[in-house]
């Protein structure tokens, strides 16, 4: 594991951040002497990835439906 002092890291952020990518963690070692591990967050999926479902109806079939129940909310609006 590549060790780099808070200078070098602050000064090459990108390639110090490379580097915790492709080997999975670097240190950043402070004047003090406290050493920080720096690693990627685990990649986490998009909450609004979900698989689809087939309900066996077109396109036309759902945009018909949609309209009839905003008619059905224009109806009761009024």
Known sequence: MKTY????ARQHLSSVL???RTEGEVMIRRKDGQLF???PA????SP???PGIDLGITTEEL???QREIRE???ETAS
């Not at 002092?5 to 070098?8: A, K, N, P, V």
């Not at 685990?42 to 999926?45: A, D, L, M, W």
């Open 5 to 8: 002092t808070y200078s070098e």
């Open 18 to 20: 490379e580097k915790a």
């Open 37 to 39: 591990v720096l690693k």
């Open 42 to 45: 685990s990649r986490s999926g």
């Open 48 to 50: 609004l990835d979900v």
């Open 63 to 65: 945009i018909g439906i």
């Open 72 to 74: 059905r909310g224009r």
